[in-house]
Nanobody, 122 residues
Framework: VQLQAFGGGLVQAGGSLGLSCAAS????????MGWFRQAPGKEREFVVA????????DYADSVKGRFTISRDNTKNTVYPQMNSLKPEDTAVYYC????????????????WGQGTEVTVSS
């Protein structure tokens, strides 16, 4: 599975940004998709994940109520939507894929995209 993330950029605090992650392959629906982020000098941390069917999602406490995630298995793409952004959301965001089940641990994920940078200005 090859993953490619899109949509990063610069946004003001309180603004919104939509990311996407496109996957190769014909079995996209078999993969849970996760998003992680890594700020300078910090460890990579879990943000959000969605099951292969899209029926279940999981969010980090820091983004609950602000971020959402959906997927379109006909397009092999997952869409995190980030609202009410804060300066502390500034990081490089990575999409990742693994077989069932979804987890919050980066090392559980087998495939990673290249990352897309999100900067939130105050």
């Amino acid at each position: 599975v090859q993953l490619q993330a899109f949509g990063g950029g610069l946004v003001q605090a309180g603004g919104s940004l939509g990311l996407s992650c496109a996957a190769s392959g014909r079995t996209f629906s078999s993969y849970a998709m996760g998003w992680f982020r890594q700020a300078p000098g910090k460890e990579r941390e879990f943000v959000v994940a969605i099951t292969g069917s899209g029926g279940r999602t999981d969010y980090a406490d820091s983004v609950k109520g602000r971020f959402t995630i959906s997927r379109d298995n006909t397009k092999n793409t997952v869409y995190p939507q980030m609202n009410s952004l804060k300066p502390e959301d500034t990081a490089v965001y990575y999409c990742a894929a693994k077989r069932w089940p979804i987890t919050v641990l980066p090392y559980d994920y087998d495939y990673w995209g290249q990352g897309t940078e999100v900067t939130v200005s105050s």
